[in-house]
């Protein structure tokens, strides 16, 4: 089986902010962890906030981040 990740979607992941809350303005991947677990145990909002939520747990559950950071260096958004 072969994975064929969504580039467009993975750039604007890299660049999403929370929109709402404490950490309002932040990248989602330098959200802590801890935050995103809770949001895993109350549930994740719908909609792609929810979707790439999700997706930086998973992220930086395997000590991904790096590649996040990388694509926000080498793909900045004006």
Known sequence: MEIHPDKRKL???AHYKMPFGKYKGSYLVN???AYLVW???KGFP???L???LETTLDIKS???E???WKL??????D
């Open 62 to 64: 395997n000590g991904l």
């Open 11 to 13: 750039l604007e992941l």
């Open 66 to 68: 790096p590649l996040i």
């Open 31 to 33: 959200l802590p962890i």
């Open 72 to 77: 926000q260096k080498e793909f900045p958004i």
């Open 39 to 41: 949001f895993k145990q």
């Open 50 to 52: 929810g979707r790439y």
């Open 46 to 48: 719908a909609g792609k």
